[in-house]
Every structure is written in structure tokens, then in C-alpha cells.
């Protein structure tokens, strides 16, 4: 996507010099293929680091919180709906940062496609047409776009950003299937069911904490889990303790969590973080006609209270 990232460069230059912002983050090449990494630009030398491709899937949102200077941030859909909340969480102030948005077609899973080549080395990496052309000493492979997606481009409703003060290319055509077909056919299951696959997934967790440093929505000073006095729960692997964490932070983050999958793409063992995150945030939006990061306006459920808001699990637990 060159024409983009020469847009990218034009647009942070002039930012920089103009002095209209002190910082822009975005991306850089990474040192291997198939890699993007966070990038740092303060300088107008350093702006030809810069770079967009299908590879830029971190959530950059998560390096905004409570800085103090004027900040650019290169920013796709699911990013900017958690710049959203965090504006709206006093973590920054909207005057503050100058979005430039992405229109995004979702980004490259580089596991599955990691694993397609069997731990054949990548020496090179082209973009086209909606291709991915992979060459190395002997071998060249091509893989379409739509078939290595992560689970959370697949189903993200929000490709375009929602807010932006620049935008960098056309707009996409947004999702027009039911993004939460997944979580019905997980509520068609008996309770018994999902508590046991829940189980079985919390269990193969090695609480290294990873999803929680990855998440842009998880800023506490002290986690609950880090806490000693008082000690919420215990520091092991056991399925109870393992169980506890995943539960509280999937409630902390409910009503919140944009589901740009940072947390299962930063999980080292695949637990399916996403799974319960997704099963609150479909309950959200169905029960308060809230959706995380579409609006600055819209005050998140659990920050407000009105007397008409659904209260059957305390009528009826």
C-alpha cells in the first residue's frame, strides 16, 4: 500500500512542521517479514519511517494515555472507537490529538499464515490486489487477502473510522452479515456447555498478563490482580484463580472493550480471550442500545444509571 504510506509521510510532515503536534505514532518496518512495529516520530528526519501495510495491527490507542503533548496518531477503525472511550475516560482530551484515520480491510493474521508455510523462512513480502505474494530461497506462495484475516477484522463493524480530523484513503464497505453470529451459536448452548468450554479455556491460561498490558482499555494503576492489600485472588495457575481473573477483567471491560483483539493476538497460548468479551458486548448493545467508541456523546452504560434500564438478573437471578 505505497500510495498510502506516502500519504502517511506528507501528511505527518506537515503536522511537524507546522508544529501543530509534538509527536505522531504510527508504524515502522519490523525487522522481520510479515512484522509492523509501533513507531515514534518527533522529527521531520524520521518521518520516511513510516509505513502502513497489512501487517499494522496493533492498536496504537493504548500509547495515548495521560501524555501531555500534542499527539498524531495513525489510527484504523477499531483504534479509533478506543480513542473514543478513552477521550470519554478523561485519558486524554480530544483537542489534544490529532486522528489520522484508515479505512481498513482488516489486517493479516500472520500466525495463519505462518503456519500454511510449514516454517518455510520468508525472505520477502508483496502486497497486491488483495494478495499477499510470500517468497523465500526456494519457494513463492500466494495467499488471498480475505482467507487470513484475524477473527476480530472478520466481524469488526466499524472498518471506517467513526471520528477522524484526517482521513487517508477511501472509504470500505463495512460488514453486512450479523457480526455476533459466533456468540448465538454459543448461547444456543446448555449452561453447563459454556461454563465448560469457559473452563477449558481459563485453564490454559499461564497468567503472564499479556492480554491485560496489551488491552489500550486496561490503565488501572494497580490491577485487582496485583493488589495485596486486600488480596482479591490468589497469585497460581489453578483453574479457580485463572477463572476469577478472566471473569473480573472481562466485566471491567464491559460496555468498553472495542474488540480490536489485542488481547487474544498478544495471548501467547491462544486462549479465546474474545469469546466471553464478545458475549457482554452483544449483551450490552441489545440491553442498552450502546455500542463502545461510536459516539463521544453517549455516556457508557455502567457510568450512568437510568430508572427504564433492564434489571432482570435482580429481579429474576
Given at each position: 500500500?505505497p500510495e498510502?504510506?506516502?500519504k502517511?509521510?506528507?501528511i ?8 501543530k503536534v ?13 512484522r509492523?512495529?509501533p ?8 518521518v520516511?519511517r513510516?509505513?502502513?501495510d ?5 492498536n ?5 494515555i495521560?501524555?501531555?503533548?500534542r ?10 472507537r478506543?480513542?473514543?472511550?478513552l ?5 486524554i482530551s480530544?483537542d ?12 493479516f ?6 503456519a500454511v ?13 488483495g ?14 487477502r ?21 482521513l487517508?484513503g ?19 448452548r446448555?449452561?453447563?456447555e459454556r ?14 498478563y ?35 481473573f ?7 471491560v ?10 487474544e ?11 466471553l468479551?464478545?458475549?457482554l ?13 461510536v459516539s463521544?456523546?453517549?455516556v ?12 432482570e ?5
Amino acid at each position: 500500500m505505497p500510495e498510502v504510506t506516502k500519504k502517511i509521510r506528507e501528511i505527518a510532515r506537515s503536522l511537524l512542521q507546522e508544529k501543530k503536534v509534538d509527536l505522531v505514532i504510527g508504524f515502522e518496518q519490523g525487522t522481520l517479514p510479515l512484522r509492523a512495529t509501533p513507531c515514534f516520530v518527533r522529527g521531520e528526519k524520521e518521518v520516511d519511517r513510516l509505513v502502513w501495510d497489512s501487517f499494522c495491527e496493533n492498536n496504537l490507542a493504548t500509547y495515548l494515555i495521560k501524555r501531555a503533548e500534542r499527539v498524531a496518531i495513525i489510527a484504523k477503525g477499531c483504534d479509533v472507537r478506543t480513542i473514543v472511550e478513552l477521550i470519554k475516560e478523561n485519558q486524554i482530551s480530544r483537542d489534544q490529538v490529532v486522528i489520522i484515520g484508515i479505512p481498513c480491510q482488516g489486517m493479516f493474521d500472520r500466525r495463519q499464515v505462518e503456519a500454511v508455510l510449514q516454517g518455510k523462512e520468508i525472505q520477502e513480502v508483496t502486497e497486491k490486489d488483495g494478495q499477499l505474494i510470500l517468497r523465500g530461497g526456494s519457494f513463492k506462495e500466494t495467499l488471498k487477502r480475505d482467507t487470513f484475516l484475524y477473527p476480530s477484522c472478520i466481524t469488526c463493524t466499524h472498518r471506517n473510522p467513526v471520528i477522524y480530523d484526517l482521513l487517508v484513503g477511501d472509504p470500505v464497505p463495512e460488514l453486512s452479515t450479523d457480526p455476533y453470529q459466533d456468540v448465538e451459536e454459543f448461547e444456543a448452548r446448555s449452561a453447563e456447555e459454556r461454563w465448560e468450554y469457559l473452563i477449558k479455556e481459563f485453564t490454559r491460561c499461564i497468567r503472564c498478563y499479556a492480554c491485560r498490558n496489551a488491552c489500550p482499555l486496561c490503565y488501572c494503576q494497580e490491577c485487582f490482580v496485583d493488589s495485596s492489600s486486600p488480596p482479591w485472588i490468589g497469585k497460581t495457575t489453578d483453574e479457580s484463580d485463572t477463572a476469577i481473573f478472566h471473569l473480573m477483567r472481562a466485566f471491567h471491560v464491559a460496555g468498553r472493550c472495542t474488540e480490536c483483539g489485542a488481547c487474544e493476538r498478544a495471548c501467547p497460548v491462544g486462549v479465546d480471550i474474545r469469546k466471553l468479551n464478545r458475549k457482554l458486548a452483544r449483551d450490552v448493545k441489545e440491553r442498552f442500545g450502546y455500542e463502545s467508541g461510536v459516539s463521544l456523546e453517549q455516556v457508557t452504560p455502567l457510568a450512568t444509571f437510568k430508572p427504564d434500564d433492564p434489571e432482570e438478573f435482580m429481579v429474576n437471578p
